[in-house]
C-alpha cells in the first residue's frame, strides 16, 4: 500500500497533478534537455513535486516509523498494549521545551528566521530529554529500574510539564499564544529536505537498533524475572530502548510539534492483525505508522483547502474512532 498512497499524496492538494504528470516530471530528472518546451511547460509541476511535497511525504513517513515503532517498544517495555511513548515524560518535556524558547525568542519566531524556527527544535528536543532523565532517574533505585515507578513518575512530569505549559501560555501575548497552540496541534508545514535528512537518519538508526531487541521484548512479556532466567540483561535492555525512545520522539516532536495516537493505535492494531512478536510487530509498526501519517497529512491538505488543518488534529480524528472500534470489536470477542 506504500507507494500508492505516496503516489496519492503527490498528486493531491490544493493543486492536482495527475499521475502522468508525475510520471513526466521523475522522467525528467533523467534527461539533460534543460532548454525543451515540455520542460519548461512541467517546470511549476516539478518545483511543487520536489522541493514542496516530496519533502513533506518523507518526513511524514519517518516521522510515522518513528512514532510508531517507538510506541511497539513502549507497549512491549510495559507490557501493556495501551501505552504511549509520552508516558515516558518526552512529550511534556519537548512541550515545555519548545514554549520556553517561543516565549523567550518571540520575535524571531514571528518573523519566521530560520533561526528560530531551529531553535525551537533544540529547545523540544532538550526538554524531551530532561525531562527523560528525570523519569529515568526517579525511577531507578539500586535493584534497577521499574516500570510501574516509571509510569508514575511519567504522569508526575506530564502534569508539571502541562501546568508549566499553561503558565507560558498564560503570559505569552496573543502571537506567542497562537505558535505555542499550533505548535502543539502538530504540523509538517516547515518540511524541507534538511529536516527529512536529520529525521530519516533518526528513524533508520531506531529502525535498525530496535529489532535487535525484539527477542528480549518477546520475553519480557512474560516478566521481568522470567527474562532474567533467560538470559536477558533486564536493567541494559530497559536503559538502551528508553534513551532511544527518548531520542526518537525527541526528534519527533522538535520538527514536527505533538502529534498523537500514532504510537498508541498503530502497534495496538498491527498486533491485533499479527500477533505480539515483535520480530514482526516493529517493522510491521513501523510500515503502517508511515502510511497512516502520510494519509493524515494528504487529507490535512485538502480537507479545508486552500488552507491547511494540523496534522495532529487528523490523527486524533482518525486514530481515536479507529480505537474506539478495536476496543468494541476486542469486548465482543471476550
Known sequence: MLPLVVLFALGTGTVN?????????????????SSSSSFSSSSQIHTILFDIRLPRILLALCLGVILAISGAVMQGLFRNPLADPSLIGVSGGASVGASIVIVMAGEWIQSGSALGLSAVAVGAFVGGFIATILVYRLATSEVGTSVTTMLLAGIAIGAIAGALNSLLSYFADNDMLRQIS???MGNLSTANWSR????AAVAALLGGLFPWDSRALNALLLGESEARHLGIDVQRVKRR?????ALGIGTSVAMAGMIGFVGLIVPHAIRLLIGPDHRWLLPGSALAGGLLLIIADSLARVVVAPTELPTGILT???GAPFFVALLIQRRREI
Open 196 to 199: 527529512v535528512a536529520m529525521v
Open 241 to 245: 530502548l528508553i534513551v532511544l525512545t
Open 316 to 318: 486524533a480524528l482518525l
Open 17 to 33: 497533478i495527475s499521475i502522468a504528470d508525475i510520471w513526466q516530471a521523475i522522467m525528467g530528472l533523467f534527461s539533460n534537455d
Open 182 to 184: 499550533l505548535w502543539q
